[in-house]
């Protein structure tokens, strides 16, 4: 197996696991106690998934870079408000903010992906400038959006 082929594996199964355990730890901000398990596992993986992208041989700027860049920035910002002195609701926003951007930059990344590797959505949208990549993305991003606000909504203190 050569280094790029690890390299690819590895990174490809990290952002799969984050997705897959994302979903838990994002649904576990509408409940008292979240999922604490999930949310853990989802950040450790969110946070190996942008880093091992750095270590693909080209490192030129490009789209994927500038994401790995803006998604380790959300994660930084997810774990210092989630390790902040105390349950304010600022932090609170922030840590509900940052997952639901974290795991949709995960879909986000899924979707392009999906439309270069899997032949009947590559026949859609072979350059990815195509309405059915547009249309996908833009439902991804829509749905993640209305996510955000309801989670961030949740994460105010409760009114007395």
């Known amino acids: 197996m050569t280094y790029l082929s690890a390299i690819t594996l590895v990174h490809t199964a990290l ?10 730890a994002v649904a576990g901000l509408f409940r008292p106690g979240g999922a604490p398990a999930a949310r853990s596992a989802f950040l450790w993986t969110a946070g190996l998934t942008s880093v091992t992208g750095f270590m693909f041989p ?73 309405p059915a990549f547009a249309v996908a993305q833009l439902a991804a991003l829509a749905g993640f959006v209305l996510l955000g606000v309801r989670a961030t909504r949740a994460a105010r203190p409760a009114l007395a």
């Open 58 to 130: 080209d490192l030129s700027v490009t789209p994927a870079v500038i994401t790995g860049v803006v998604a380790l920035l959300i994660l930084a910002a997810t774990l210092i408000a989630a390790r902040s002195a105390g349950p304010s609701a600022p932090a609170r926003r922030v840590f509900a903010a940052g997952m639901v951007a974290s795991l949709y930059l995960l879909v986000f990344v899924g979707i392009a992906q999906a439309f270069q590797k899997i032949p009947a959505l590559h026949a859609l949208a072979p350059t990815g400038s195509e």
């Open 15 to 24: 952002s799969l696991v984050a997705i897959l355990v994302g979903v838990p």
